[in-house]
């Protein structure tokens, strides 16, 4: 089986713990409980001893497969716009979730704290982190969006549906954006007050002494 067939299984596989965590990000716009409450509820599924690692490898593969087929793709010319799109979102998601995966080992194994809903309204409680993660969340989203609309798009093509592919990934995107406002938009306060507990508020004064949300 081809890198590229193992990516798009992989991929799928994939795609249903990120159903999951977006389940848990969109129910915290009924408050922090009900965020939290949810995120309990689902990691029966996917935190587990059993299915965790299976997760976590997965998320490494589908990184490691993409970086490949990213810099393939770079190399045969990136002279379609959809080529184009396809690559810079990869991109785009590869260091989203290098980055995430590495905030979540420190934060969970080498602090020791419970990454809830407090895990990322932390970082979105006030500057100078939200300089970084609103675009970082934003962009993070809706590339994932992207990306997955361009392989259904190429889904699509592949059985004659043309005009079904162009609708399928522009509702793709359109969905990806309003999820990506939404999320940030609830981080941020937007919807609720949001109150961070004292250690999370020392684990943001780590990198800036002094912080107050």
Known sequence: MTARKIHRWNGALFAAFLLLHFIAHLSGLWGVDAYNATQDALRLIYRNPVTEPLVLAS???????GLKLL???IRRGLREPWARAQVISGGVVLYFMTEHLIALMLARWVD?????????????????????????YSLGVIALFVHLGCALRLILLRRGARGQARVAFWGIVLAGIII????????????????????????????VPGFTS
């Open 59 to 65: 998320a490494l593969v589908q990184m490691g497969l």
């Open 112 to 136: 020791g704290l419970d990454t809830n809903f407090y895990w990322p309204a932390s970082v979105m409680s006030g500057a100078p982190f939200t300089w970084y993660f609103i675009p970082y």
């Open 71 to 73: 810099i393939a793709r």
């Open 180 to 207: 990506a406002w939404l999320i940030v938009a609830m981080l941020l306060g937007a919807f609720y007050d949001i109150t961070l507990p004292p250690e999370w508020l020392a684990y943001l004064r780590k990198f």
